[in-house]
């Protein structure tokens, strides 16, 4: 049988697609991956049309994060219009509200796709699409009725899983009116890939120790559990092997929620084999609790080059309060000193925007935030309120959003306040020059505001991206080829900090296609 399975997404990595198709393949199916990035429109563009026509799949997969339901119920519209070929649903949004999605899809996947997914084919081949499938974890529409089938446990053994390719040949995409296919043009696979396609992007773990009240995983564990799911290491040594043997391939991008969470005997282990066989920086995810020098120093040795911290706000009322994350500035302190102890490069990510926050809280964070030991890097998020979170629900009830507010991907740009600034270059200013600048409202003058406006012009396009390139050098042991390699790799994303709008660029054209067919179009964004 064959599958096309489709993304939406912006970028390149497409994790749940990757080891849905090498699965489907394992088991006999023949598979392409097709990126449309951020596609959305009032028809089918014929490029799209006569690629789908050309593979004739028997079954067409599209992978869902809830900013792109409307593409994907867009898309799905168009499909039914020019084809039969039945459209399955499957991603973070279907698992978090199949039954709104079921009203577009002939089949939602309200969990692990991997296994669904083969069985479905199988289900085709056999039986035809006016059966509905008994397969767990699917939902179908048939002539109106929808049959209901009950979740599946989540993978246990995910070794038994194929694992990601870094560049599967079978991935194709759309990109200036024609279908590419992206292992014959990596050239511009690299202009897709995150990171320049400097990176592999993997995960080793399924599932997070944390239940957030802002984040998905504190939803998503009522389908798959508390449990963490964790890879052995010679699972993710084969990968890793496989992935190696790409020259382009610079750095190892762990994607786990927590990375931190894999025992001390796991680390032991893996570090070693890692160093070996691998011998490549790599960057990991953890939460400040999580955080032991024992872990930490095992990791640098192994080539640790940057950890990605949640630090959210420098506020414990904010964060225990609101966010439901019992992780005190303290922690996170004490993480930061290990963190820079060990040489690692700490990345910081914070949330702003969030409308309980007072004046107050956000000054506490940039206090707080100014007492970490230099140098260190953070990226500054929009709270965006995704369906099903706690955060959304209470946010709904006091009315203070808007339902679809999350569709808005496009505020990859925050808010331009006066806090926002000085939060964004207080890890490039001096303490005492923070502290200045720091003050609510009402007892600044026009001197704050016009010291910070210049501070962060001049702060952000010389003092930042020099930082940045002082820690890339640091992490990468001063050696000038992967120095050079990786901004090659990322030069995209460094223009980005100094020219306002660029990162967002295909969002933000996205966002006003959005809103042109949202005026002119209406119907196609009803919910039945
Ligand atoms: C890695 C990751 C990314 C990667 C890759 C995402 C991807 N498509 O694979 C990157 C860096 C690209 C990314 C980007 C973003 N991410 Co992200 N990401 C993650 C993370 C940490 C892990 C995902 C993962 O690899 N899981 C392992 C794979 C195997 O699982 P999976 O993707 O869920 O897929 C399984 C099932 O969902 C299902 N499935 C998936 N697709 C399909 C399709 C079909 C047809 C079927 C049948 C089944 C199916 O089967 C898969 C295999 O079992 C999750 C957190 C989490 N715990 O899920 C956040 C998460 C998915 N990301 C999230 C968000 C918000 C984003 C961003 C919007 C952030 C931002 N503001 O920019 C961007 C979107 C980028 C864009 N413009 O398109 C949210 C999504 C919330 C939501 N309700 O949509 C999550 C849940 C994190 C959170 N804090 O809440 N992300």
Same mark, same amino acid.
């Given at each position: 049988?064959?599958?096309?399975?489709?993304?939406?997404?912006?970028?390149?990595?497409? @994790?749940?697609?990757?080891y849905? =198709?090498?699965? @489907?393949?394992?088991?006999?199916?023949?598979?392409?991956?097709?990126?449309?990035?951020?596609?959305?429109?009032?028809?089918?563009?014929?490029?799209?049309?006569?690629?789908?026509?050309?593979?004739?799949?028997?079954?067409?997969?599209?992978?869902?994060?809830?900013?792109?339901?409307?593409?994907?119920k867009?898309?799905?519209?168009?499909?039914?219009?020019?084809?039969?070929?039945?459209? &399955?649903?499957g991603?973070?949004?279907?698992?978090?509200?199949?039954?709104?999605?079921?009203?577009?899809?002939?089949?939602?996947?309200?969990?692990?796709?991997?296994?669904?997914?083969?069985?479905v084919?199988?289900h085709?081949?056999?039986? =035809?699409?006016d059966?509905?499938?008994?397969?767990?974890?699917?939902?179908?529409?048939?002539?109106?009725?929808i049959?209901?089938?009950?979740?599946?446990?989540?993978?246990?053994?995910?070794?038994?899983?194929?694992?990601?390719?870094y560049?599967?040949?079978?991935?194709?995409?759309?990109?200036?009116?024609?279908i590419?296919?992206?292992?014959?043009?990596?050239?511009?696979?690299?202009?897709?890939?995150?990171?320049?396609?400097?990176?592999?992007?993997?995960?080793?773990?399924? =599932?997070c120790p944390?239940?957030?009240?802002?984040?998905?995983?504190?939803?998503?564990?009522?389908?798959?559990?508390?449990?963490?799911r964790?890879?052995?290491?010679?699972?993710?040594?084969?990968?890793?092997k496989?992935?190696?043997?790409?020259?382009?391939?610079?750095?190892?991008n762990?994607?786990?929620?927590?990375?931190?969470?894999?025992?001390?005997?796991?680390?032991?282990?893996?570090?070693?084999?890692?160093?070996?066989h691998?011998?490549?920086?790599?960057?990991?995810?953890?939460?400040?609790?999580m955080?032991?020098?024992?872990?930490?120093?095992?990791?640098k040795?192994?080539?640790?080059?940057?950890?990605?911290?949640?630090?959210?706000?420098?506020?414990?009322?904010?964060?225990?309060?609101?966010?439901g994350?019992?992780?005190?500035?303290?922690?996170?302190?004490?993480?930061?000193?290990?963190?820079?102890?060990?040489?690692?490069?700490p990345?910081?990510?914070?949330?702003?925007?969030?409308?309980?926050?007072?004046?107050?809280?956000?000054?506490?964070?940039?206090?707080?935030?100014?007492?970490l030991?230099?140098?260190?890097?953070?990226?500054?998020?929009?709270?965006?309120?995704?369906?099903?979170?706690?955060?959304?629900?209470?946010?709904?009830?006091?009315?203070?959003?808007?339902?679809?507010?999350?569709?808005?991907?496009y505020?990859?740009?925050?808010?331009?306040?006066?806090?926002?600034?000085? &939060?964004n270059?207080?890890?490039?200013?001096?303490?005492?020059?923070?502290?200045?600048?720091?003050?609510?409202?009402?007892?600044?003058?026009?001197?704050?505001?016009?010291?910070?406006?210049?501070?962060?012009?001049?702060?952000?396009?010389?003092?930042?991206?020099?930082?940045?390139?002082?820690l890339? @050098?640091?992490?990468?042991?001063?050696?000038?080829?992967?120095?050079?390699?990786?901004?090659? =790799?990322?030069?995209?994303?460094?223009?980005?900090?100094?020219?306002?709008?660029?990162p967002?660029?295909?969002?933000?054209?996205?966002?006003?296609? &959005?809103?042109?067919?949202?005026?002119?179009?209406?119907?196609?964004?009803?919910?039945?």
């Amino acid at each position: 049988m064959k599958l096309l399975l489709i993304s939406l997404q912006s970028n390149a990595y497409v @994790a749940g697609l990757k080891y849905i =198709g090498a699965n @489907a393949r394992a088991n006999g199916h023949d598979v392409r991956i097709l990126l449309l990035p951020g596609y959305i429109d009032s028809s089918l563009h014929p490029a799209i049309e006569d690629f789908i026509r050309d593979y004739n799949p028997d079954l067409i997969g599209i992978s869902l994060m809830s900013i792109e339901f409307y593409p994907a119920k867009i898309l799905t519209h168009l499909l039914h219009e020019k084809f039969s070929i039945p459209v &399955l649903w499957g991603g973070v949004h279907v698992v978090l509200t199949p039954d709104e999605c079921i009203k577009y899809a002939d089949y939602v996947c309200c969990g692990e796709g991997e296994r669904a997914v083969v069985l479905v084919l199988n289900h085709l081949r056999d039986k =035809g699409r006016d059966v509905p499938p008994e397969v767990p974890n699917i939902w179908s529409r048939i002539n109106g009725q929808i049959i209901k089938q009950p979740l599946s446990p989540p993978e246990e053994n995910l070794d038994s899983l194929p694992y990601q390719e870094y560049l599967p040949e079978y991935y194709y995409f759309f990109h200036n009116d024609r279908i590419y296919n992206f292992s014959r043009h990596p050239e511009l696979f690299r202009r897709y890939a995150l990171y320049g396609g400097t990176c592999h992007m993997m995960i080793t773990t399924r =599932g997070c120790p944390f239940s957030c009240g802002y984040c998905a995983n504190s939803s998503l564990v009522s389908v798959y559990g508390k449990k963490i799911r964790e890879r052995s290491v010679e699972n993710c040594l084969e990968e890793l092997k496989a992935v190696k043997k790409d020259p382009y391939v610079l750095y190892i991008n762990f994607e786990d929620d927590c990375f931190l969470v894999h025992g001390m005997k796991w680390l032991k282990k893996f570090t070693e084999e890692y160093k070996k066989h691998i011998n490549l920086p790599f960057m990991v995810r953890a939460i400040p609790t999580m955080v032991d020098m024992e872990k930490l120093f095992m990791l640098k040795k192994a080539g640790l080059s940057w950890i990605i911290m949640g630090v959210q706000s420098g506020s414990d009322h904010v964060n225990f309060d609101i966010y439901g994350r019992k992780v005190p500035f303290a922690v996170v302190k004490k993480a930061a000193e290990l963190v820079s102890k060990s040489r690692a490069v700490p990345y910081y990510e914070m949330i702003v925007d969030n409308p309980y926050e007072t004046e107050q809280d956000m000054i506490e964070t940039i206090n707080a935030m100014s007492t970490l030991k230099k140098p260190y890097t953070t990226s500054l998020a929009h709270l965006t309120f995704f369906p099903g979170t706690p955060l959304t629900q209470k946010a709904l009830k006091d009315k203070i959003i808007d339902p679809e507010a999350y569709l808005h991907r496009y505020m990859i740009e925050i808010e331009k306040t006066y806090f926002n600034k000085l &939060l964004n270059i207080t890890p490039y200013i001096p303490q005492f020059a923070v502290r200045f600048l720091n003050k609510t409202e009402a007892s600044r003058k026009w001197l704050h505001s016009f010291l910070l406006q210049i501070l962060h012009f001049v702060v952000r396009r010389t003092v930042e991206p020099a930082v940045y390139l002082f820690l890339i @050098a640091r992490s990468l042991d001063y050696k000038p080829d992967w120095i050079i390699r990786t901004i090659e =790799g990322n030069w995209r994303s460094a223009v980005s900090k100094v020219v306002p709008n660029y990162p967002g660029k295909n969002d933000l054209k996205y966002g006003k296609k &959005l809103t042109y067919l949202r005026k002119t179009m209406p119907e196609l964004f009803e919910r039945d």
